[in-house]
């Protein structure tokens, strides 16, 4: 497996790196340290199997650096890790096109668990309460800038679709 693993503390990488080795232990694992080296690194090797990025990084604010990421690299699976739980930003993620979001306060479980879905084609998105003012999922679909249809499985589609209006 060829990962790039985008995030502004070498400290973060350093402990990310040692669970992604636990993983795929013959892992080959690029850093990236803002965003311009993210997408320097991601033109240099366009046959990555995945990419982790930290949602804030120089270079880029918030789910800006994601949208343009996978504009430039539509064909690059993302994952999203972040020091933010925020409902909002996971729905924000969602629609920019990530397959994944994993909070920096998740244990090395889940983060795992999380990866393996993401690389079997799934969609990772950790559960938590519904924030106020969502009600029952409406039945008109959701915009999810950045997310196709014809991307996804038609089922991956209605949970992508469900996930951004806040469902569990």
């Given at each position: 497996?060829?990962?790039?693993?985008?995030?502004?503390?070498?400290?973060?990488?350093?402990?990310?790196?040692?669970?992604?080795t636990?993983?795929?232990?013959r892992?080959?694992?690029?850093?990236a340290?803002?965003?311009?080296?993210?997408?320097?690194?991601?033109a240099?090797?366009?046959?990555?199997?995945?990419?982790l990025?930290?949602?804030?990084?120089?270079?880029?604010?918030?789910?800006?650096?994601?949208?343009?990421?996978?504009?430039?690299?539509?064909?690059?699976?993302?994952?999203?890790?972040?020091?933010?739980e925020?409902?909002?930003?996971?729905?924000?993620?969602?629609?920019?096109?990530?397959?994944?979001?994993?909070?920096?306060?998740?244990?090395?479980?889940?983060?795992?668990?999380?990866?393996?879905?993401?690389?079997?084609?799934?969609?990772?998105f950790?559960?938590?309460?519904?924030?106020?003012?969502?009600?029952?999922?409406p039945?008109?679909?959701?915009?999810?800038?950045?997310?196709?249809?014809?991307?996804?499985?038609?089922?991956?589609?209605?949970?992508?679709?469900?996930?951004?209006?806040?469902?569990?």
């Amino acid at each position: 497996m060829k990962a790039l693993l985008a995030d502004d503390h070498p400290l973060m990488r350093e402990g990310v790196r040692q669970v992604l080795t636990q993983l795929v232990p013959r892992t080959n694992i690029l850093d990236a340290h803002d965003y311009p080296s993210l997408f320097a690194q991601s033109a240099l090797h366009p046959d990555l199997d995945l990419a982790l990025v930290d949602l804030n990084m120089p270079g880029f604010v918030g789910i800006q650096g994601i949208a343009q990421y996978r504009s430039r690299f539509p064909d690059i699976p993302l994952v999203v890790l972040s020091a933010s739980e925020s409902q909002d930003d996971i729905r924000k993620v969602l629609g920019a096109g990530a397959l994944g979001f994993i909070p920096k306060s998740a244990p090395t479980s889940t983060m795992l668990w999380a990866l393996r879905q993401v690389l079997d084609g799934h969609i990772y998105f950790p559960r938590g309460p519904t924030p106020a003012g969502i009600g029952a999922a409406p039945s008109a679909p959701v915009d999810l800038p950045g997310l196709q249809h014809g991307t996804l499985t038609t089922r991956q589609f209605e949970v992508a679709q469900l996930l951004a209006r806040g469902c569990t």
